[in-house]
Structure formats: C-alpha cells, structure tokens
C-alpha cells in the first residue's frame, strides 16, 4: 500500500492550494485517513482528520477550523485537504497519514505518504 501527497506549492497570504492524497495498493480498508504537518524547526502536528469507523466523523486542528475542510472520494481512494485563507504560518510540509485495515494487517496499521511543500508568502 502506497500514500502519494500532491498539490503543493507557493502561494500569497489568503489564498488557497488543494491537496490530494491517493491510497494505492492490494485490497484496504480505510479506517481514518488526515493531514499532519511540520513547519520549519517545529514537532510535526496534526492538522484533519476523517474517522470511517462508528460513523464518519470529522476532526480539526483549532488552528485550521474554519480554513481547511478535508474530504474524500472512494474510487479511487482519495483524500483531499482544501486549505483556504491561507497564512504565513500555515508554511510547512504536509503529510498524508492513514490507518488501513488489509489482510496482513486485519487490525490496522499505520501508512505515510511523502510530504509536500506549502509555502505561504505575507
């Protein structure tokens, strides 16, 4: 199983970029899947979130509520992390991450993707 994180770039203070996260690979369930990112000399944190298990529930970061709206298609399995008004402080590297449930790992396991770049310009 694969994560592939795209859409990054550079962009102006309050703008917006979409990032894309597609989930790859042999036969998985999708137990959650998010965005976590690192800034510069900073601890990587997380940023959203979408739980599939009891119901599909969604979850912030406080510093991101009302900005940045993730999402996701199943064919193909996608995620998707709207990111608006951005701010110089939204600059960091994004990270998809993903709980997924496959038959080797019938109780979940945790996948990365390789991060990509949003730099945000005041």
């Known amino acids: 199983v694969q994560l592939q994180a795209s859409g990054g770039g550079l962009v102006q203070a309050g703008g917006s970029l979409r990032l894309s996260c597609a989930v790859s690979g042999s036969a998985f369930i999708i137990n959650n899947i998010g965005w976590y990112r690192q800034a510069p000399g900073k601890e990587r944190e997380f940023v959203a979130r979408?739980?599939?298990?009891?119901?599909?529930?969604?979850a912030y970061a406080d510093s991101v509520k009302g900005r940045f709206t993730i999402s996701r298609d199943n064919a193909p399995s996608t995620a998707y992390l709207q990111m608006n008004s951005l701010k110089p402080e939204d600059t960091a590297v994004y990270y998809c991450?993903?709980?997924?449930?496959?038959?080797?790992?019938?109780?979940?396991?945790?996948?990365w993707g390789e991060g990509t770049l949003v730099t945000v310009s005041s």
């Open positions: 979408i739980s599939e298990r009891g119901g599909t529930n969604y």
């Open positions: 991450t993903a709980d997924l449930t496959t038959i080797t790992t019938p109780y979940g396991m945790i996948y």
